[in-house]
């Protein structure tokens, strides 16, 4: 969809003279703010579904996106990224004569590329020297980091690494993955693996193996978790995770899903991830009946479809206290509790910071990372048929791209 859509305002600038420009979004700037500014009637809101408004809220400060204009300023198309999968379209459709507001999913490309690095001064800074491009020497940092002691690396040590790396026309989008790190450091050798998100796991360290699928497998130290977030309710059953873009089983179209699904019975308590003080209990369009509780640190969860809410707004509350009970109300397709969590206004994943009941007795965590072996074999092959580096802002450059 998005493909055409680029293709599409890239020949009607041709045609007939719009241009495409990257623009900001403004720090406070609204979306209101926005068809204001274009001299587009903010009655368009009003033709936004009340479960589509809700992400009117999520476009950052400084986020990235296009225009389409014609002569005399006029807007024709905009593309505004909510979150790294899914963007606001608002285009002007001339049969109707009015601007016509829809969220799809961002189409990018994503390649795997190789880099490999002669240390002079230390890993992120000769990363940075090397391929000209931070948010990948920040990735390697953070691969290395707690993984092995990189004030030991001397000078003529080697990095070498694959990674996959998003662009959307032709512009880094979002963060790399790193595969694989091999550290050559005073003749002996270490391969270091990263998982879903960004950590380093060190090969031959200590609870370490491959399975028979070549998958890496790092039993982690269990961490004393007493001060984390607890679950939202007891027996868990995941029925739909955390992500930015996801088919929704309701109105049949893509839509992110900011949050996680347990299924459970009606009536079935819901308790305080936290302490916390209750910020909003009430209905909220297709979340039903919703209880919201502000905690430290600037986090706060939702607790949405409750058959029945057990709190009221300004209240205090416990870890551990009944907040609620799981329902049906809103858009639903069954009984379950939508359970999300933000931090610092931004949604975050909330299996990344609840702690299971059931992991309390366990005394270590699996990480599993898919496909390390044959990532490895990769990394060799590429190190050993001398392969140059990727430099970012060498874009006629490509030979060093893997597979390309």
């Not at 406070?28 to 579904?49: K, R, V, W």
């Amino acid at each position: 969809m998005f493909k055409s859509i680029v293709t599409i305002l890239f020949a009607v600038t041709s045609l007939f003279g719009a241009k495409v420009t990257q623009e900001n979004w403004e720090k406070g700037q609204t979306f209101s703010h926005y068809l204001e500014a274009h001299n587009i009637s903010i009655d368009l809101i009003n033709d936004i579904s009340k479960e589509d408004q809700q992400f009117l809220s999520e476009i950052q400060s400084n986020t990235k996106f296009y225009e389409l204009s014609e002569s005399g300023n006029i807007l024709l198309q905009s593309l505004i990224p909510i979150n790294d999968e899914m963007q606001i379209h608002l285009y002007k459709d001339k049969r109707k004569g009015k601007y016509v507001f829809d969220i799809i999913p961002i189409v990018y490309e994503e390649n795997e590329y190789f880099a490999n690095i002669e240390i002079n001064s230390n890993p992120y800074t000769d990363t940075l020297n090397t391929i000209k491009q931070a948010k990948i020497a920040k990735r390697v940092g953070q691969v290395l980091k707690n993984t092995i002691n990189t004030r030991s690396l001397a000078k003529g040590d080697q990095i070498a690494f694959n990674y996959t790396q998003r662009t959307r026309l032709g512009e880094i989008y979002h963060m790399p993955d790193i595969e694989v790190v091999k550290l050559t450091t005073r003749g002996k050798t270490k391969f270091i693996y990263a998982d879903k998100d960004g950590y380093g796991h060190l090969e031959g360290a200590e609870n370490t193996s491959f399975n028979n699928e070549g998958n890496f497998i790092h039993l982690v130290p269990f961490q004393d978790r007493t001060k984390t977030f607890g679950m939202p309710l007891r027996h868990a059953r995941i029925t739909s995770s955390f992500t930015f873009r996801r088919w929704h089983p309701i109105l049949k179209c893509y839509r992110p899903h900011h949050g996680t699904d347990f299924g459970a019975k009606r009536g079935t308590p819901l308790l305080a991830v936290y302490d916390g003080t209750v910020s909003y209990a009430g209905w909220m369009n297709g979340y039903g009946n919703v209880v919201k509780i502000k905690h430290p640190k600037g986090y706060e969860s939702l607790y949405a479809h409750q058959s029945r809410m057990n709190v009221h707004r300004g209240q205090q509350v416990k870890k551990g206290q009944i907040i609620g009970y799981v329902g049906n109300t809103g858009r639903s397709t069954g009984p379950h509790l939508h359970f999300g969590l933000q931090k610092n206004g931004r949604w975050v994943n909330p299996m990344s910071n609840l702690q299971r009941a059931s992991l309390n007795q366990k005394k270590f965590t699996k990480v599993v990372i898919k496909h390390a072996k044959v990532n490895k074999e990769k990394l060799v092959k590429l190190i050993d048929s001398n392969s140059s580096t990727y430099v970012w802002d060498e874009t006629t450059s490509k030979q060093s791209r893997i597979g390309g």
